[in-house]
């Protein structure tokens, strides 16, 4: 039986012989794989942006159209419902009809969306924009991480997928600073800002190929190495990639260790659980910490983040990936225990292990981007990932929702409890599963 670090052997009826010469993953950076990354960071950075603003939003929102408290936890959680359920679904079209088509529409998507966002007037219609948002959230992070992989060089692979992570809260911290400088009244035009950084990004989107790997893998390997020719240069060619006939849904369960399965979206579950519960409602939980919330201290939160990120990228690189997800787990579990069962400590203390909370959870989703990619191959990335991805929205959504609720009927230090839950089995989860991938061959 297979170890859960090796995943099972695909069925193959023929490999796909490119001529000879070095594989383009072994090539240096150039122009186009600088391109790629650009793209598909600008389309994570919209991700992080759109999930970011409703945290300023929500509170406008809730004073203009009378919320409840289940509602604001709705409007909250729809985008990460919406992701879940693209995360099935266009993942899975990637694998079947490339990357390029898939990851181009989604950005006309988020930018009509987003404005549409200037029309809402209730509950329910804000409820079904958000959620067609998530809807277009989870094309990126199905399509986005699986098209960068491909292009980009084993040895720069690491950091640039790690950068995804970071660049997602670079476009959160981005939300929280235009909505500081919003007036409350104009919260739609808040949620509606969206849209530039997504036509921006659509833009660049226009210039990029399908990817190689993708074409191979479809028996195209004239045209797969045409791009290779053009973009790397006549010394360089296809990896070898066994070509699977036939690759179903039902196939990516049938042909991977479910262990491996099971982990890609599990590990992701229990980061992003705590992760948008309390970044979504952070107000609420520093007033009932006891800290005066204002644009100081939101200011210093977002710092840690930035800092956090910045290491989580650096520790991506040094790190082994099994032992990066052991021991941010194991740390995120101990603050959250320390917090919640260590009710009268010294404010100055709380607010320095809350810091450190905020430091460590936002370094641990470096690897979101990075470790589904490497678990999967070609003929399954993007199903993988999208599955991984949707898996881990269950977390962050039923978290969000909860979030609100919790905190009104158990006070925050019983949430905290709650919320700790989350990285304690993905600790165990990592100590049995978690496989290694770094610096290993996509396929």
């Given at each position: 039986?297979?170890?859960?670090?090796?995943p099972?052997?695909?069925e193959?009826?023929?490999?796909?012989?490119?001529?000879?010469g070095?594989?383009?993953d072994?090539?240096?950076?150039?122009?186009?794989?600088?391109?790629v990354?650009?793209?598909?960071?600008?389309?994570?950075?919209?991700?992080g942006?759109?999930?970011g603003?409703?945290?300023?939003?929500?509170g406008?929102?809730?004073?203009?159209?009378?919320?409840?408290?289940?509602?604001?936890?709705?409007?909250?959680?729809?985008?990460?419902i919406g992701?879940?359920?693209?995360?099935?679904?266009?993942?899975?079209?990637?694998?079947?009809?490339?990357?390029?088509?898939?990851?181009?529409?989604n950005l006309i998507?988020?930018?009509?969306?987003s404005?549409?966002?200037?029309?809402?007037?209730?509950t329910?219609d804000?409820?079904?924009?958000?959620?067609?948002?998530?809807?277009?959230?989870?094309?990126?992070?199905a399509v986005?991480t699986?098209l960068?992989?491909?292009f980009?060089p084993?040895?720069?692979?690491?950091?640039?997928?790690?950068?995804?992570g970071?660049?997602?809260?670079?476009?959160?911290?981005a939300?929280?600073?235009?909505?500081?400088?919003?007036?409350?009244?104009?919260?739609?035009?808040?949620?509606a800002?969206?849209a530039?950084?997504?036509?921006?990004?659509l833009?660049?989107r226009l210039?990029?190929?399908e990817?190689p790997?993708?074409l191979q893998?479809?028996?195209r390997?004239d045209?797969?190495?045409?791009?290779?020719?053009k973009h790397?240069?006549p010394q360089?060619?296809?990896?070898?990639v066994?070509k699977v006939?036939?690759?179903s849904?039902?196939?990516f369960?049938v042909?991977?260790?479910?262990r491996?399965?099971?982990?890609?979206g599990?590990?992701?579950f229990?980061?992003?659980?705590?992760?948008?519960?309390i970044?979504t409602?952070?107000?609420?939980v520093?007033?009932?910490?006891?800290?005066?919330?204002?644009?100081?201290?939101?200011?210093v939160v977002?710092?840690?983040?930035?800092?956090?990120?910045a290491?989580?990228?650096?520790?991506v690189?040094?790190?082994?990936?099994?032992?990066?997800?052991i021991?941010?787990f194991?740390?995120m579990t101990?603050?959250l225990l320390?917090l919640g069962?260590?009710?009268?400590?010294?404010p100055?203390?709380?607010?320095?292990?809350?810091?450190?909370?905020?430091?460590?959870?936002v370094?641990?989703?470096a690897?979101?981007y990075?470790?589904?990619?490497?678990?999967?191959?070609?003929?399954?990335?993007?199903?993988?990932?999208?599955?991984?991805?949707a898996?881990?929205?269950?977390?962050?959504?039923?978290?969000?929702?909860?979030?609100?609720?919790?905190?009104?009927?158990?006070?925050?230090t019983g949430?905290l409890?709650?919320?700790?839950?989350?990285?304690?089995?993905?600790?165990?989860?990592?100590?049995?599963w978690?496989?290694?991938?770094?610096?290993?061959?996509?396929d």
């Amino acid at each position: 039986m297979p170890s859960p670090s090796s995943p099972i052997p695909f069925e193959t009826t023929a490999v796909d012989l490119a001529k000879p010469g070095i594989p383009y993953d072994r090539a240096p950076m150039n122009r186009l794989v600088a391109l790629v990354a650009a793209t598909t960071l600008g389309g994570i950075f919209v991700d992080g942006y759109i999930l970011g603003v409703i945290g300023g939003a929500v509170g406008p929102a809730t004073d203009e159209l009378g919320l409840s408290l289940a509602g604001q936890g709705l409007i909250a959680a729809s985008a990460l419902i919406g992701i879940f359920i693209s995360g099935l679904v266009f993942g899975r079209i990637a694998d079947r009809f490339g990357r390029k088509k898939v990851f181009f529409w989604n950005l006309i998507g988020f930018t009509v969306v987003s404005l549409l966002q200037l029309f809402a007037v209730g509950t329910w219609d804000l409820v079904a924009m958000r959620l067609a948002l998530g809807l277009l959230i989870g094309v990126e992070y199905a399509v986005g991480t699986a098209l960068l992989a491909e292009f980009t060089p084993i040895k720069n692979r690491g950091v640039l997928l790690g950068a995804i992570g970071a660049c997602w809260f670079v476009g959160f911290i981005a939300a929280f600073i235009v909505a500081h400088f919003m007036e409350p009244d104009h919260w739609r035009w808040l949620l509606a800002s969206s849209a530039i950084p997504a036509f921006i990004t659509l833009m660049m989107r226009l210039r990029i190929p399908e990817s190689p790997r993708w074409l191979q893998s479809e028996g195209r390997v004239d045209e797969a190495q045409a791009i290779i020719a053009k973009h790397w240069g006549p010394q360089y060619a296809l990896p070898l990639v066994a070509k699977v006939e036939k690759a179903s849904f039902t196939d990516f369960f049938v042909h991977n260790d479910w262990r491996r399965v099971v982990f890609s979206g599990l590990f992701w579950f229990c980061q992003v659980g705590p992760l948008f519960a309390i970044f979504t409602f952070i107000n609420p939980v520093l007033d009932k910490l006891g800290f005066e919330t204002g644009f100081g201290l939101d200011l210093v939160v977002n710092l840690f983040q930035l800092v956090g990120a910045a290491a989580g990228l650096w520790l991506v690189h040094v790190m082994s990936r099994r032992g990066f997800v052991i021991w941010t787990f194991a740390i995120m579990t101990a603050l959250l225990l320390y917090l919640g069962l260590w009710t009268d400590q010294p404010p100055v203390l709380q607010l320095i292990v809350f810091g450190v909370f905020v430091f460590v959870i936002v370094a641990a989703c470096a690897i979101e981007y990075v470790y589904p990619p490497e678990m999967f191959a070609t003929r399954f990335r993007s199903t993988g990932v999208g599955f991984a991805a949707a898996i881990s929205r269950i977390g962050a959504a039923g978290a969000t929702y909860l979030f609100p609720l919790a905190l009104d009927s158990i006070g925050v230090t019983g949430t905290l409890l709650l919320m700790a839950a989350f990285p304690a089995i993905g600790l165990v989860g990592s100590i049995l599963w978690a496989p290694e991938t770094k610096r290993t061959s996509l396929d």
